[in-house]
């Protein structure tokens, strides 16, 4: 298949390359936790480029002072020779364990800094709204937790501390060939502003493409995230092709930035060092024409000659001051895409978290001489704290009357999905939705549970407005069976017990027995103790519904919202399960969606919905009587779509 190559449009690279403001400053906040060991690091690599720079010195002495006299003694004596040797040995091994202490000193903050911004970067993803997973793929979330924080791992603890370290080289080496020579010193910082030019020409065109290639990564994981949670929906329906193409136009364009950034990040090394070269021939042809023409040395000892070992321990100084510029600019790519990878990281933790405004709590009661008592141990009864201005507080008993008052919601602002919804449920009712796809029937739910705000109206829960209740308390009191089961890996245990984490090994098989899943559970391998994998693809559809649905029963709420809870279980299932339900929603308010119209007969309110609006309510029966939209549904005149 023959593609075109895929660039960036024009612009694209401008919004991108500018980071957050303060991307900087707030990573370093998060190592602030290391400042004794950063110390260490700091004092560490003082040494290292000191030892480098000394040992580079210590060439001329070497040379001059014991290599060149021997040269023309019939008897030489190399004791003295031997012991500068071994002080040269010494300068070395403490620049060898300087870099090693400082290089593992520098994994620990690294790695300790990562743990810190993953573990508040997890925490603040569970504060934020619904409507934030709407908008973001789950494979561009993950990409925060991999390739962001790996670039920020590689920068911490290699490209900060080794462009610290060229830092202080350069200066060290600086003064050190400031001390040999002034002349040969100023002819290598001529040379280094030339080199300091086309380093800046190839950083500048490979950084904003580092920053794309972050962007473009995030795509193509949230595409291949779709991808491998829908194998089945792609192949089914042929998708193949269109699939690996779409693949193909995201991944070109992740070919293309990095490609870009990488051409021109990786030859800026292979540069500097050819030039750093040149600049070596130059030195060497120069100080040596200097040196046999006798010409005078300028440096901070005074006028001198040019020796042999003032040449080449200059030619040293040389390569120590070049080598670290290259390594400055090459570890400035892998710094500017963490900063990338630490902007999109920052980004999502500057996400507005989910707003509580909610002063209202649920608490454990009990009943003595005729009041409500609040206790901390689980009694079955349960009440509303209402805390007044004055410091009074009420209690208000958990019955499970939920009213809804003329509201109005839209996912979007421009565009309502639901029109003036008044309805009630009183305690212990069971009220049931139906309607076509589209026609608001989940929304209604999750209006319930705070999920989204409302655009117009109020909806009251045992007479308090539900926006005066803490959304925790709230979603406490309330039970929901999904559509779409999620489970977790851990043991089948672990996942009914999701739905109350105190609930003993005898509360969760009593629920589990309540769904009716008690049967199957026990013909696992390992029972209640089999470890599901793979959000349960070991088990049928129905199988993992009814886990989901005992799950609800462990936590055993005042109020269950059933959400096409039995849609994927067979009809013979169903009947056994109905059972259950029915055990399950006994003495308790209950809002049942449902495409089968079987399973909400016995409901003692019918809601149809149509475009956002309820256009009949009633029981079976009444809505039979009047010959209208539901009687059309039950008759299979009109069916749901």
Known sequence: MKTEKVRPAAGGLTATHRFKPG?????????????????????????????S???????????????????GDSQPVYTQLFQAIMQMGLIYLIGILATLLYNRMMVTIAQGTLKRVRDEMFSHLQTLPIRYFDRHTHGDLMSHFTNDTDTLRQAISQSLPQMFSSLVTVAATFVAMIYLSVGLTVLVLAFAFILLRVIRLLVGRSGKFFVQQQEDLGNVNGYIEEMINGPKVVKVFCHEQQAALEFDQKNAALCYSATEANKYGNITMPVVGNMGYLLYVVLAVLGGSAGIAGL???SLTGVNLLTIGTI??????SRAFINPIGQISMQFNMVVMALAGASRIFELMDEPGETDAGYVTLVNVRRADGELQECAERTGDWAWKYPHHDGSLTYTPLQGDIRFNDVDFAYDSDKLVLHHITLYAEPGQKVAFVGATGAGKTTITNLINRFYDLADGKIRYDGININ????????????????????????VMDNIRYGRL??????CVAAARLAN????????????????????????????????????????????????????????????????????MNGRTVFVIAHRLSTVQNSDVIMVLENGCIIERGSHEQLIAQHGKYYQLYTGAVELE
């Open 23 to 51: 991307t900087i400053k707030r990573l370093l906040s998060y190592m602030s936790a290391y400042r004794l060991q950063l110390l260490g690091v700091a004092v560490c690599i003082l040494l290292s480029a000191g030892a």
């Open 53 to 71: 720079a000394a040992s580079s010195l210590f060439l001329k002495a070497l040379i001059d002072q014991y290599i060149v006299p021997l040269l």
């Open 296 to 298: 005078p040395n300028l």
């Open 312 to 317: 080449i321990s200059f030619l040293t100084l």
């Open 468 to 491: 005066k209740i803490k959304k925790s308390d709230l979603r406490r009191s309330l039970g929901v069976v999904l559509q779409d089961v999620n489970l977790f890996t851990g043991t």
């Open 502 to 507: 105190d609930a003993s090994d005898e509360d």
């Open 517 to 584: 899943a008690d049967g199957f559970i026990r013909m696992l391998p390992q029972g209640y103790q089999t470890v599901l994998e793979g959000d349960g693809s070991g088990l049928s559809q129905g199988q993992r519904q009814l886990i989901s649905i005992a799950r609800a029963a462990v936590a055993d709420p005042p109020v269950m919202i059933l959400d096409e809870a039995t849609s994927s279980i067979d009809t013979r299932t169903e009947a056994i399960v109905q059972q259950g339900m029915d055990a399950l």
